[in-house]
């Protein structure tokens, strides 16, 4: 993931965002935005994973990609 990426996770669970000059704050961290940003970045990962089955294993990896993909959703 790249730093883009893990502050776009971190805005979209209200952990930071940024002034309008485009300096982040970073805001206090309660659970909620916590768990918030880590089930963007399980998510995220998720997806990854489940991409790279597919293309390594073609048809062969659908099945363990589907598998990693319905993990967020239990």
């Known amino acids: 993931m790249t ?8 805005k979209q ?5 940024s002034d309008d000059y485009g300096v982040w ?4 961290l309660g ?3 916590l768990t918030a940003f ?6 995220k990962e998720r997806e990854e994973c489940a991409k790279l089955c597919e ?3 073609g ?3 659908t099945a363990p990609a589907q598998d990693i993909r ?3 959703k239990e």
Do not use: P, S, W
């Open 70 to 72: 319905a993990r967020g």
């Open 13 to 17: 669970a209200g952990c930071m965002d």
């Open 25 to 28: 704050v970073t805001f206090a």
């Open 38 to 43: 880590a089930n963007l970045v399980a998510e």
């Open 3 to 10: 730093n883009d990426e893990i502050f776009a996770m971190a």
């Open 59 to 61: 048809f062969y990896g």
């Open 31 to 33: 659970v909620k935005e």
């Open 55 to 57: 293309v390594e294993h």
